[in-house]
């Protein structure tokens, strides 16, 4: 049985994990593999095959069987690759980690998604060491409410899958990879226990510049999303600098909806919509991962907004030692937490719970910069704590006629911001300021069309309040009542 390690990061107990993520420590180069693996067969499939013979490889070779691919070959895909039994592997030949990859690229005229291990019978599956091209680029986009589907979807009622290795870029629809949750959340018969590590994401969909919110249509982060009908609630659409685009032309990094997965060790640049969103996926632990905007503006690093598939449920979920890195463009949000903070459906009904988030750290660089750092509203039972926001860290943005004015001035830019009136019971940073929070996204980057000074405003709130300069590194306790977070057994296992 083929036994996968992880990669050795070493970090040196003196030196504090914010400090060796900024070193750039979050992806080794290294790997390490167990003496007793037998060394797979040499043959592979070249240049000279299509996604045709893959599947009839993977179809005939049944359970456990292992596909490889050669070294530096690159596949046009007409059609999706599609794993068909338990425990088969898709990687290519000697696992090389740099240009060697094999390369799979998206060619069909109306294929968005280049390889689906989501099927009932796709338990075990691994893909790994391959380049995947999603070309949107060359080909466009296909809108998700029209069947555009993730670059890669996995999970669904399969278990125990593992993408690893991987690089995937510029995908047709809405995000690089979906996780998906499964037919019966929360029953055997639903995704449980996904391994996403040491992945290289993005870029990612377009630039958003701001965003409107509307009725009738699909929500930014919505449920055409996870197969579901187009709600009838708000949604947001995005305008980018050279003209209106629809909903959907941003697209995610990482879309976890499958229950007690490890996200970790993966770099995700230039997604446009999400870094890593996460669809409740209760019990998940996303951590050690490097969320960065060089040439694209981002809506939010690191997401937990979404009310659906788990109803809010974010019980046991961890986000923890991440880097969010703003080099030269703009995150929104660096972490949005709730509801609220994605939209304006305000109701109690409708509140997202549970998660801690700690040990987080944000920088920037190159002009780049953050609308807000953490931003809470609409999320009750969680603990947000000793995140860091480096010296280099900035904060800016401009309002656009898109965003909702209330009777409470809304918050300038800042670190950390909680909206007290839609969040109960948490654990806060000393600096995090009580604000309202209302469909934050709606801010744009400096010098966007539609949009005016935050601070020459009467809607906002005077700068001179701005927690900019803030650590944040002291914690506010409020009573937890009788909720209990539950840990994660099997953490030690894999982290």
């Not at 490889?57 to 596949?75: E, Y």
């Not at 592997?89 to 094999?102: F, I």
């Not at 449920?223 to 003209?243: D, L, M, V, W, Y």
């Not at 007290?420 to 995090?432: F, G, H, L, R």
């Amino acid at each position: 049985m083929r036994s996968w390690r992880l990669m050795s990061t070493s970090f040196s107990p003196k030196i504090p994990i914010a400090i060796c993520l900024l070193l750039g420590m979050v992806l080794s180069e290294t790997e390490n593999y167990d003496s007793e693996i037998a060394q797979p067969v040499p043959e592979c499939l070249g240049n000279q095959v299509t996604d045709k013979e893959i599947n009839e490889a993977l179809l005939k070779g049944g359970q456990s069987a292992t596909v490889l691919l050669c070294q530096g070959a690159r596949l046009n895909l007409n059609n999706a690759i599609r794993f068909s039994a338990p425990n088969q592997s898709l990687y290519t030949v000697g696992r090389p980690l740099s240009t060697q990859r094999a390369a799979l690229v998206v060619m069909g005229k109306n294929m968005s998604t280049a390889i689906v291990g989501a099927c009932k019978a796709c338990s075990g599956a691994h893909l790994g060491f391959v380049e995947i091209d999603g070309n949107r680029k060359n080909l466009g986009w296909i809108d998700p409410r029209r069947g555009g589907g993730a670059l890669l979807e996995f999970g669904g009622d399969a278990r125990d899958q593992t993408i690893e290795f991987v690089r995937a870029y510029d995908p047709r629809s809405w995000s690089v990879l979906h996780a998906q949750e499964g037919s019966k959340p929360n029953t055997a018969q639903s995704c449980n226990g996904m391994i996403i590590r040491n992945n290289q994401i993005g870029p990612s969909g377009i630039s958003p510049n701001f965003g409107v919110q509307s009725a009738g249509q699909p929500n930014s982060e919505g449920a055409t999303k996870e197969n579901s009908p187009i709600p009838k609630s708000n949604f947001q659409s995005k305008r980018h600098a050279e003209g209106i685009y629809p909903a959907g032309q941003w697209a995610d990094g990482i879309s976890l909806a499958c229950p007690n997965s490890y996200v970790y060790n993966n770099s995700v640049v230039d997604a446009t919509d999400g870094g890593i969103v996460i669809f409740g996926a209760p019990g998940s632990q996303v951590r050690y991962n490097s969320i960065k905007v060089e040439n694209r503006n981002m809506l939010g690093g690191i997401n937990l907004v979404d009310f659906k598939p788990f109803n809010g449920n974010y019980k046991g979920v961890l986000v923890a030692d991440n880097l969010l890195i703003t080099d030269g463009a703009m995150i929104k949000v660096g972490i949005a937490m709730g509801t609220m903070v994605w939209g304006s459906k305000n109701s109690t009904s409708y509140r997202n719970y549970g998660a801690t988030v700690r040990n987080n750290v944000f920088t920037s660089s190159n002009g780049g910069y953050f609308g807000y750092g953490i931003a809470l509203s609409g999320f009750n039972f969680t603990n947000v704590y000793s995140n860091t926001f480096l010296p280099s860290a900035k904060f800016d943005g401009r309002l656009t006629s898109s965003c909702i004015h209330t009777p409470s001035k809304l918050p300038t830019p800042r670190n950390l911001t909680y909206d007290v009136s839609t969040t109960y019971n948490v654990k806060q940073q000393m600096t995090t300021t009580a604000d309202t929070l209302v469909f934050l996204i709606c801010i744009a980057p400096l010098g966007a069309r539609d949009s005016f000074d935050f601070f020459n405003s009467s809607n906002f709130e005077d700068p001179s309040t701005n927690s900019i300069d803030a650590q944040g590194m002291n914690e506010i306790v409020l009573p937890l009542n009788d909720w209990q977070y539950t840990p994660v057994k099997k953490a030690r296992r894999y982290l």
